[in-house]
């Protein structure tokens, strides 16, 4: 059996100031994410999609041992596009107050996804153009880092290249804000050298 002891509990007011700045020393029944200071939360939520990220590659790692690089990326994508419309967008756009029906609505979403754009992990240059008009060039992506250290060329292809993974999602995060928003890419790996750009993709509104 587990032994008792008795903790003391954080009151409710203390919960609300923000001032906890890690969650060593004791551990505190009452503690609530609301109780952290700014720069906790931003390791935190650093962490969750480390491991958003982590989840999706060790789940594809497992599918291509068991089926093969080719099928596993098709399951990836099924099952990636599937809980990219029942929860990602949904829940990230209601969480964030996401409104909109342009261009920048999706590029809002990007940012506040899981596995948004943000430093360190997926990170690009905005060329925008419009409100319904605008290019992205991506200049940082570990998951394409990842393969290719790996050396796996069906890898990338499934990842980045005509009707891969990135191909259906980037298209798919622009028809659920408008069905007349398109995506295509405009630069795809491989590249041709490790100071090279890794893609570049362009989203526009249509009459």
């Given at each position: 059996m587990l032994g008792t002891r008795n903790v003391q509990c954080i009151p409710k007011e203390a919960r609300?100031?923000?001032?906890?700045?890690?969650?060593?020393?004791?551990?505190?029944?009452?503690?609530?994410?609301?109780?952290?200071?700014?720069?906790?939360?931003?390791?935190?939520?650093?962490?969750?999609?480390?491991?958003?990220v982590g989840i999706a590659g060790t789940y594809h790692t497992v599918n291509a041992e068991r089926m093969g690089v080719e099928e596993a990326w098709k399951v990836d994508a099924d099952v990636y596009l599937r809980q990219q419309m029942q929860f990602e967008l949904p829940l990230v756009t209601k969480a964030m107050n996401i409104q909109g029906d342009d261009v920048l609505t999706v590029l809002k979403i990007f940012q506040m996804l899981p596995d948004g754009l943000r430093e360190g992990q997926y990170e690009c240059l905005w060329d925008i153009k419009s409100n319904n008009h605008a290019i992205l060039t991506f200049t940082k992506c570990q998951t394409l880092f990842y393969h290719e250290r790996h050396g796996n060329p069906k890898d990338i292809e499934g990842l980045c290249g005509p009707g891969s993974i990135e191909d259906l999602c980037f298209t798919a995060y622009g028809k659920w804000v408008n069905p007349k928003i398109t995506c295509r890419a405009l630069k795809l790996p491989p590249r041709k050298s490790k100071d090279d750009i890794c893609c570049v993709w362009e989203w526009k509104l249509g009459e």
């Open positions: 609300q100031m923000g001032d906890l700045q890690d969650y060593s020393g004791e551990f505190r029944p009452e503690t609530r994410l609301e109780g952290f200071s700014k720069e906790a939360l931003i390791r935190l939520l650093d962490a969750y999609k480390k491991c958003f």
